[in-house]
């Protein structure tokens, strides 16, 4: 599926075209909807995510996004580097700093290293301030058929 906020990689890679120290990025706003958005789609109300004043009390300038909302846009910039979501075959990150209404996020991700069909990425997501807003990312996929 073509996602137009996201960047085009021109169809499905081939294993040949893959190679370790590729990179890849994806940038993310939050906007004041997303968290609301989110809430629909994933059933996570918490009032922390939704209602700004919650989120002042506390401590931060309002509301909060869902972390696995973060965690998705991550997946998603692996998924547009390696061409077919089937390749994804799993992800993990640590949540080290919220990501609140107004942040720009940038997704780094970079291929370390190549196994036949295997494939080992690094991957980093930085708020606009280069604060860690995900740590120890990583993400191994399979280019193969299967």
């Given at each position: 599926m073509l996602r137009p906020d996201l960047p085009y990689t021109g169809g499905m890679k081939r294993l040949q075209d893959f190679t370790v120290g590729d990179t890849f990025e994806a940038i993310r706003e939050v906007d004041s909807y997303r968290p609301i958005y989110y809430a629909a789609a994933s059933g996570d109300f918490n009032p922390i995510h939704i209602d700004p004043q919650v989120g002042r009390a506390a401590g931060y300038s309002g509301a909060i996004l869902q972390g696995m909302c973060t965690f998705s846009w991550l997946s998603d910039a692996c998924v547009a580097y390696l061409g077919d979501p089937a390749r994804l075959r799993r992800i993990r990150a640590r949540f080290?700093?919220?990501?609140?209404?107004?942040?720009v996020i940038r997704f780094q991700g970079r291929c370390v290293a190549l196994d036949g069909?295997?494939?080992?990425?690094?991957?980093?997501?930085?708020?606009?301030?280069?604060?860690?807003?995900?740590?120890g990312a990583v993400a191994e996929g399979h280019l193969g058929e299967g």
């Open positions: 080290t700093k919220p990501v609140q209404v107004g942040d069909p295997r494939i080992a990425l690094e991957l980093e997501a930085t708020n606009q301030r280069g604060e860690e807003v995900l740590k």
